[in-house]
């Protein structure tokens, strides 16, 4: 019956009420919520009230994943994978989009041999770039990586790398790499959130700040990837990943997904 009830349009509405005030007043760095369905990115954002901070550009998320820097996950090891294969075939120059302060750059830096001449360069917004240099000075004494706010900077790269960052993008990465002239050959990609058969936005809250966030129709990602010359090689499921909207189940997501394209030259 508590079932049948909560279909009911009077109680569907109290209990969406009530979810509203649990998700703005959500203040947990250990688990994120989210709210909503949007059909773009605008729609998602003008949802969020404008007394919550927005995005990642404060020094509260700058302070994010400190712990990472210093360990790996599962789903971290096809990117490893992927990564040594392609230092071994000679690929020298990484293009880390929303890589915070360069936790894979770290992470994985215990597991791999990188090579000589590397060159890693992480994008992302201003607080967490400052907050990576500050952090850069004290723990990356071969001075390999690098900061960078201009997305033009991943032109001629070998891997385009992006863990978990392609969600918060006001743009797609087709459109990201139809803008460069020389188009990275290798693509590396974790954590993407995919659905079936929809693209949409939702609002994640991630305890110190709300977001959009994007999710992508699947047909959509790999076409639109593969009219710009990549080639799907490689695919794995990312299951510690959940994506639970609550009163959208369709849209809610189970796991998320990782990727190696590759792309001629």
């Known amino acids: 019956m508590a079932t049948q009830a909560s279909g009911w349009p009077g109680i569907r509405g109290m209990l969406r009420a009530n979810y509203e005030r649990r998700f703005l007043a959500h203040a947990s760095t250990m688990q994120n919520l989210y709210r909503g369905v949007f059909p773009t990115f605008a729609q998602a ?32 090891y096809p990117m490893m994978w992927w990564l040594n294969t392609l230092f071994d075939a000679g690929s020298r120059s990484v293009f880390d989009l929303g890589g915070h302060i360069g936790i894979a750059y770290y992470g994985y830096q215990r597991f791999l041999r990188y090579p000589d001449g590397l060159r890693w360069q992480v994008l992302d917004v201003p607080a967490v770039m400052q907050a990576g240099a500050t952090w850069a000075a004290k723990n990356d004494s071969l001075g390999r990586l690098g900061f960078t706010g201009r997305r033009e900077d991943a032109d001629g790269v070998d891997i385009f790398f992006a863990a978990g960052s392609l ?15 020389r188009r990275p050959p290798h693509l590396l990609l974790n954590s993407v959130p995919i659905h079936v058969r929809e693209t949409y936005f939702t609002v994640q809250n991630t305890g110190v700040s709300c977001c959009p966030y994007r ?34 189940p369709e849209h809610s997501l189970d796991r998320y997904f990782g990727f190696y394209f590759s792309r001629e030259a």
């Open 215 to 248: 999710v992508t129709a699947e047909r959509e990602f790999i076409d639109g990837l593969a009219a710009l010359g990549y080639r799907l090689r490689d695919r794995w499921e990312n299951t510690d990943r959940r994506c639970d909207i609550p009163f959208y």
């Open 167 to 181: 969600q918060y993008l006001d743009y797609t990465l087709a459109e990201l790499l139809a803008s460069l002239s």
């Open 45 to 76: 954002q003008a949802s969020i009230p404008a007394s919550r901070p927005q995005g990642y550009d404060n020094a509260e998320s700058a302070s994010f994943y400190r712990e990472r820097t210093r360990r790996v996950f599962l789903n971290d």
